[in-house]
């Protein structure tokens, strides 16, 4: 099933009296089934477009479907409660609250959502291995797993998307590979659509699918064979 159509996206960025145009014509078709890794040199615009396909930002031409309907047909509303409660975000740098704990921070999500359910708090931290953390601040916490929290929070309202950009980037191997797993695992087991950016060329074993971007175009789009 296609979850994630974009047909001819543009974007461009206004600066000052300068227009960037950092995605060029993007044709891609994203399947419920898949687990995408977005590779491209630092500024080919992966980040652009994970924002434009997961409704965080509009293109300025061309149209991106999510879940049937184009994102410019969507209210600010709309696609709000869309982000909220269908998708999922996971960044580099984890975004948690500091004054939180784990438990309050996932719980945030919940609240913001209108999707009270304290069941489901402790099975989301659970299932990345955090619930006996549960009570720690995020300052008490490895950077592997912070991740992992923000792992949690992205799943508690039980998305049927993840985006990720570069959720590794700021982690050592050993943790980067348990973090590859755990993604992989939400597209296997819990047959989550998972679209990741990624500038690690070995994390792609964990993908089904690489689309490489250059100069804000794709220029490659290969199926892959994950481990
Ligand atoms: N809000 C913005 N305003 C103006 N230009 C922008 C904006 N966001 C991104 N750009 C420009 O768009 C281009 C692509 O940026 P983008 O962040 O999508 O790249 P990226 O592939 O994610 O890079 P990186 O690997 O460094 O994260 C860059 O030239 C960047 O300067
Ligand atoms: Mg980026």
Not at 58 to 84: I, M
Not at 165 to 170: I, L, W
């Amino acid at each position: 099933m296609d979850r994630i159509v974009g047909s001819a996206v543009v974007k461009n960025y206004e600066n000052g009296k300068v227009t960037v145009n950092v995605l060029k014509q993007v044709d891609l078709v994203i399947d419920s089934h898949d687990f995408v890794g977005i590779t491209g040199a630092s500024g080919s615009g992966k980040t652009t477009l994970l924002y434009v396909l997961s409704g965080l930002e509009r293109p300025t031409a061309g149209t991106v479907t999510l879940f049937g309907k184009a994102t410019g047909d969507y209210s600010d509303r709309e696609l709000a409660l869309l982000r909220q409660r269908k998708i999922g975000f996971i960044f580099q740098f984890y975004n948690l609250i500091p004054n939180l704990t784990v438990r309050e921070n996932v719980e945030l999500a919940t609240v913001l959502a209108d999707r009270r359910d304290p069941k489901r708090i402790d099975a989301v931290l659970a299932m990345v291995g955090m619930l006996d953390r549960k009570d720690a601040f995020p300052n008490e916490l490895s950077g592997g797993m912070q991740q992992r929290v923000a792992i949690a929070r992205a799943l508690v309202n039980d998305p049927e998307i993840i985006f990720a950009d570069e959720p590794t980037g700021n982690l050592d191997s050993v943790n980067a590979a348990d973090i590859m797993e755990i993604l992989r695992d939400l597209n296997r087991t819990h047959r989550k659509t998972v679209v990741l950016v990624t500038h690690g060329e070995e994390f792609l074993k964990y993908c089904n699918r690489n689309v490489r971007l250059a100069d804000g175009r794709v220029v490659k789009d290969v199926r892959l064979d994950a481990v």
